[in-house]
């Protein structure tokens, strides 16, 4: 159940400085995020885990929450990129390319600044989504 966190509740609040949060069951979205399907679909991502009984790996490993976070950047750069190819028809593979890149780019910077991952996140999160590009 995704639930809306109004700008300066108490729920926003329990969000912190990230756009959306997972409380099992729970997805906590700030308002100014609602309508980003990508960041929802991370979010997914997280239940999904928890449902598999793998959520509190997350808690267990830094090498576990590299792992899980990783998988739901992933989904959330793939559908990004459905809407993006959806929105732009007329983009050669070189400009998808390089939108995937920049949102990579961006996603492995927020890993490896956001979640206290060891050094060498942002490069091994790079060689991760560039492995997975699908053109």
Do not use: C
Not at 28 to 50: A, M, S
């Amino acid at each position: 159940m995704v639930i809306i966190a109004k700008k300066g509740s108490w729920l926003e609040g329990r969000v912190g400085r990230h756009s959306a949060k997972t409380i099992f069951p729970f997805i906590i979205v700030k308002e100014d995020y609602k309508d980003n399907k990508g960041l929802i679909e991370h979010e997914k991502v997280h239940i999904r885990q928890v449902l598999l009984g793998r959520g509190f790996l997350y808690y267990f490993s830094n090498e576990w929450k590299y792992r899980l976070e990783m998988e739901a950047y992933q989904k959330q750069l793939s559908v990004n990129m459905t809407e993006y190819k959806e929105i732009y028809k007329d983009k050669s593979e070189e400009e998808y390319k390089s939108h995937y890149m920049d949102r990579a780019r961006q996603y492995a910077q927020y890993l490896a600044s956001n979640y206290g991952l060891s050094d060498g996140t942002y490069e091994r999160a790079i060689k991760e989504f560039i492995m997975h590009y699908q053109g």
